[in-house]
Structures are given as structure tokens and as C-alpha cells.
């Protein structure tokens, strides 16, 4: 039986950055007719119908309890499992993920690696209700591993959830995640957010910024559902994990929900999604070894450019590669390297926070302001920012 895990990429290009993370996995599951995951776990083919759901005050639970039993009895209701054929017909061959209500036209979003390469008509989304429908692809946008669907059901079957502002997140917040791990649908894990602002890789060379890290338990098949906070609002989309085991290890990631909203809206209003580019490659983080090659300020923090992409944005204003000595002992040492300390006014202390300010605050042809560090001095570089290739 074939597994949907992929190893991510391990390289990001331009306008995203350097990511290096092993073992980080898609979690989508691939399934056979009948069977739920390769992964020894119970299988459970059928959607829990829903039940009437209990008078939680009179029941003998904590004021934390009642708070989540209240926030499934009310989410459970968008959230939706999704079932794919990717060969032959609806009984071959295929993968599950999860996936949430948009709004009452009937959209739906989830991963675009849970749909992706769906045979027509190969798409099953299934309500907690019992309600089966077919699903169509509205659109791909691979950058950012999101898909939107659209289904054809009554009016009063759609719940369309609320987005949160996942600008306003905190380390330490509860998060609740709600989908179809190993086939078990509709089930509720709980975490808090472990990190903020991660990067991690999409289905192309660019990377996805403003990522929320979790503890809440992802596991194959959790893939497109949604990540909420304790007001019962979508913070993200949960996306990928990083395990040795390909299952959960407590280290999960969600595509933040104000990335979500720019790229469902693009989607539903241009038909494609457009990202500015920049054109550079980030290097590692900043070091105690580099600091004292270069004679730089232990206190400076930005991105250091390993390689910038020949006529692309950042080359056309200016932007230097990487220049090397040889040493005392005839070892190859950085001799100048550019180290990108702000962008427009904002602070960057890494590759994350570039990515996060270009996906978030511009368009191609936008031209922004980058504060660079060079040879002892900060310069101030005006770029005009084009679109990603093949974008």
C-alpha cells in the first residue's frame, strides 16, 4: 500500500529561504477501498453521525472541559473529511485528508497535497452529519500547500468557520485541531503553540512563512483540517509534521490563517495566487565562527545571503554573492557577505521573517527598502520586487 508522506524539499529559493529540517512529512494518508491507513491503528470507515449534542452545564465538567466540548459541539459541524481517487474510478486507489466550510457559497479549504492529482470526479467530502458530496478543485496554489473546493449541498449544511488573526498569537495558547487522523474522522486533539513565525517548505522550491508550531497531536490524515484557539476561530491549517516515525512526535505545523485568507481570496478572485520575489538564497543563521571572520557587531542579526539569483530583483539593485580569502592555513573564509538587517523599517533577524514580510505586505511590483550590512557599513537598497518564476 502506497503511504502520501513525502519528505520535504531542502532547499528554498528566493524570496523564501535556506530550510534544512529532516524527517518533515505532508500528512495526507493514502488509502485503499477499505481500508483506512498502512499504519497499524483501528479503522473506522464510517462518519460518526452526529448526535444530539448534551446540555454541557449539566454535566459534571470543568470550566476548561465545558470550554472544549462547546467549541467541538459547535466546530465539528465545518469541519469535513475528504476522500481521493488518483487513478481508475471512485473505488481505486486514493488518499484522505481533512478540510473546513469557507463560506455559504460552498467553498472548502484544505491541502493542496490532499487533492492533488484527483481523478475527475475523484473527490469525496464528507459532513459529520452523514451528507457525501461530490468536491471540485476551484484552485491549486502549491506555494503555500492550500486548495479550495467547491461543493453543491443545501444551505443549511454549510457551517462556515470563523477566521482568527493569526498576526495576534501568543506562545503558550491553547490550539484544538479537528480532522481525520488514520481515518478516525472528526477526532479532537488539544496543544498550545509551541512557536511562532517557523518556515517551512511547500510543494515548490519557495518556502511558507509565519508558520505556527503545535503540540496538539497531527497525525496522517489530519492534513487541510483546521487548527482553532479556545474562541473557536481557525489560526491555521494544519500541514505538515516532523517526525522519524511518520507519525506524531509533537512537533506539528499550521499555515497561519492570515496567509490562508490572502491566498483562499486570490484564489476565488484571480483564479491563480501571485508572490513577490526577490531572488536570493539565505544562508545559516547568524554565528559566533561568522561574527569574528568578518569582524561584525556580536549584537547584528538578519538574513545572510548565501547566493543571490543572477538578474533577478535583488541582483538588478545591487545585491552581492558571497566573497571568500583564503586564510593562514589556506582554508576558503567569508571575506564580505551582504546580511539583509531590515526590510522597509521592519527588523529581520533570519530568513522567516523576510519570507513572512514579502507574503504578507507585497505584490510583484512592489519596491521595498532593505537595510544591508556590508563591509563595516548599512546601506539602504531600493528593490523592485517581481513575481516568482512560473508564478
Known amino acids: 500500500m502506497k503511504m502520501s508522506f513525502s519528505l520535504r524539499r531542502r532547499a528554498a529559493i528566493a524570496g523564501s529561504g535556506l530550510l534544512l529540517v529532516a524527517f518533515g512529512f505532508f500528512i495526507g494518508t493514502s488509502i485503499l477501498p477499505g481500508v483506512a491507513s498502512s499504519l497499524p491503528a483501528p479503522v473506522l470507515l ?27 459541539n459547535t466546530a465539528s459541524a465545518s469541519v469535513v473529511s475528504i476522500n481521493v481517487s488518483t487513478r481508475g474510478n471512485a473505488f481505486s486507489e486514493g488518499s484522505s485528508g481533512s478540510g473546513f466550510v469557507y463560506n455559504q457559497d460552498g467553498y472548502i479549504v484544505t491541502n493542496n497535497h490532499v487533492v492533488d492529482g484527483a481523478v475527475p470526479g475523484g473527490i469525496e467530502v464528507n459532513f459529520v452529519d452523514g451528507t457525501i458530496v461530490r468536491g471540485e478543485v476551484v484552485g491549486l496554489d502549491p506555494d503555500s500547500d492550500l486548495a479550495v473546493l467547491r461543493v453543491n449541498v443545501p444551505a443549511e449544511i454549510l457551517r462556515p468557520v470563523v477566521l482568527g488573526n493569526s498576526d495576534n498569537l501568543v506562545i503558550g495558547q491553547t490550539t484544538l485541531a479537528i480532522g481525520s487522523p488514520f481515518g478516525q474522522r472528526w477526532t479532537l486533539t488539544t496543544g498550545v503553540v509551541s512557536a511562532l513565525d517557523r518556515t517551512i517548505q511547500g510543494l515548490t ?20 483540517g483546521p487548527l482553532f484557539n479556545l474562541r473557536g476561530e481557525v489560526i491555521g491549517v494544519n500541514s505538515q509534521i516532523v517526525s522519524g516515525t511518520r507519525s506524531n512526535s509533537g512537533i506539528g505545523f499550521a499555515v497561519p490563517s492570515n496567509l490562508v485568507e490572502r491566498v483562499v481570496m486570490d484564489i476565488l478572485n484571480e483564479g491563480r495566487v501571485s508572490y513577490s520575489y526577490l531572488g536570493i538564497s539565505g544562508g545559516p543563521d547568524m554565528s559566533l565562527n561568522l561574527i569574528e571572520t568578518l569582524n561584525l557587531p556580536n549584537n547584528l542579526r538578519g538574513v545572510v545571503i548565501s547566493s543571490v539569483v543572477p538578474n533577478g530583483p535583488a541582483d538588478l539593485a545591487g545585491l552581492q554573492n558571497p566573497s571568500t580569502r583564503v586564510d593562514s592555513q589556506g582554508n576558503q573564509v567569508p571575506s564580505s557577505i551582504d546580511i539583509i538587517t531590515a526590510i522597509d523599517g521592519v527588523p529581520v533577524s533570519g530568513m522567516n521573517n523576510l519570507v513572512s514580510y514579502l507574503a504578507s505586505n507585497t505584490r510583484p511590483g512592489d519596491t521595498v527598502n532593505l537595510a544591508v550590512w556590508r563591509n563595516g557599513q548599512q546601506i539602504v537598497l531600493p528593490v523592485q520586487l517581481s513575481g516568482r518564476p512560473n508564478n
Do not use: K, M
Open 46 to 72: 464510517e462518519a460518526p453521525l452526529q448526535q444530539a449534542t448534551p446540555d454541557l452545564n449539566q454535566l459534571d465538567l470543568t470550566d476548561y472541559e465545558r470550554q472544549l466540548a462547546s467549541i467541538y
Open 205 to 224: 522550491d519557495f518556502s511558507i512563512g509565519s508558520v505556527i508550531q503545535t503540540d496538539a497531536a497531527i497525525n496522517p490524515g489530519n492534513s487541510g
